[in-house]
């Protein structure tokens, strides 16, 4: 697999990882499963019922998180770790089978990516919980629900695509920093 098709593999569903993981992973797993795309093989490690199930049962439940304030900042907190972890692990799961070190690659990648977009996600919403008024939170955590099911499909159908998106978000995150 030459680097450009495995780099477009890798940033967008790393991207959304890092905001929503357990939609990316249900998006994913559902797309392999009910074959409304034809993915690469690689891809049936997410189409098994139970890994469906369970990043669906946890998608409800940061639903439900994230709708609420300081509750999401603590629910973010604890996805420090894993949506990271989980945008590494999706990332090398999206290359399929290759070397040793395109798959260190691809982690490395995938998990810097999810961080970033990670980070700018929480920080977001604790600044968000400083507002007197509820709706922000539920604006967007709504807005968030549908960019991570929507880009995600949107990277299975036209992966050079979407990791153009990806790359100008994340050059907008980073120009925001600054």
């Known amino acids: 697999m030459d680097l450009a098709t495995a780099f477009s593999r890798i940033v967008p569903?790393?991207?959304?990882?890092?905001?929503?993981?357990y939609a990316t992973i249900a998006v994913?797993?559902?797309?392999?499963?009910?074959?409304?795309?034809?993915?690469?093989?690689?891809?049936?490690?997410f189409d098994n019922p139970l890994i469906i199930?369970?990043?669906?049962?946890?998608?409800?439940?940061?639903?439900?998180?994230?709708?609420?304030?300081?509750?999401d900042t603590v629910w973010d907190a604890v996805h420090t770790v894993i949506r990271p972890v989980g945008?590494?692990?999706?990332?090398?799961?999206?290359?399929?089978?290759?070397?040793?070190?395109?798959?260190?690659?691809?982690?490395?990648v995938g998990g810097s990516v999810a961080m970033t977009t990670h980070l700018t996600k929480a920080g977001t919403r604790a600044a968000a919980n400083t507002s007197p008024e509820p709706f922000s939170n539920w604006i967007l955590?709504?807005?968030?629900?549908?960019?991570?099911?929507g880009l995600t499909y949107f990277a299975v159908r036209?992966?050079?695509?979407a990791t153009g998106i990806a790359v100008a978000l994340l050059a907008g995150i980073v120009a925001f920093l600054r």
């Open 87 to 108: 945008g590494a692990l999706v990332a090398v799961t999206a290359l399929g089978n290759s070397s040793p070190a395109m798959e260190t690659l691809a982690a490395l």
């Open 28 to 45: 994913l797993g559902l797309c392999s499963r009910y074959d409304l795309v034809t993915l690469p093989a690689s891809f049936r490690a």
């Open 13 to 21: 569903f790393a991207f959304a990882s890092g905001i929503n993981l």
């Open 141 to 149: 955590s709504f807005t968030e629900d549908l960019f991570v099911v």
């Open 53 to 71: 199930t369970a990043a669906i049962v946890m998608y409800a439940i940061e639903f439900v998180a994230d709708k609420v304030p300081w509750v």
């Open 158 to 161: 036209h992966p050079f695509w």
